[in-house]
Nanobody, 118 residues
Framework: QVRLVESGGGLVQPGGSLTLSCAAS????????MTWYRQTPGNQRELVAE????????NYADSVKGRFTISRDVAKNTVSLQMNNLKPEDAAVYYC???????????WGQGTQVTVSS
């Protein structure tokens, strides 16, 4: 059974930092492209950052380039999203995603809320 569990969200002031973590079980992160998405109420999920199976960042949303960094810990089977210089528009629920050849749409975690406010 595949499970993705996000953590690390919370309330932070503008300009602050947070690190989100996605703990994976039932899927090996080093064998897959792993992606962070975010969603705000009334909007579709948008891709934030994508990490290739060989550990290289593939893609960042233009709005987060230079501020966010995606990485992984192979030993812990986790994927992280380091978020710096956070802005109010970064506030969202952040989700971790892993693709699947079996399950349409792949696998999603339950999400972690990030709030950016003074």
């Amino acid at each position: 059974q595949v499970r993705l569990v996000e953590s690390g969200g919370g309330l932070v002031q503008p300009g602050g930092s947070l690190t989100l973590s996605c703990a994976a079980s039932g899927v090996i992160v080093r064998l897959r492209t792993m992606t962070w998405y975010r969603q705000t109420p009334g909007n579709q999920r948008e891709l934030v950052a994508e990490l290739s199976a060989d550990g290289n960042p593939l893609n960042y949303a233009d709005s987060v380039k230079g501020r966010f960094t995606i990485s992984r810990d192979v030993a812990k089977n986790t994927v992280s999203l380091q978020m710096n210089n956070l802005k109010p528009e970064d506030a969202a629920v952040y989700y971790c995603h892993a693709p699947s050849l079996i399950t349409p749409g792949g696998y999603w975690g339950q999400g972690t809320q990030v709030t950016v406010s003074s």
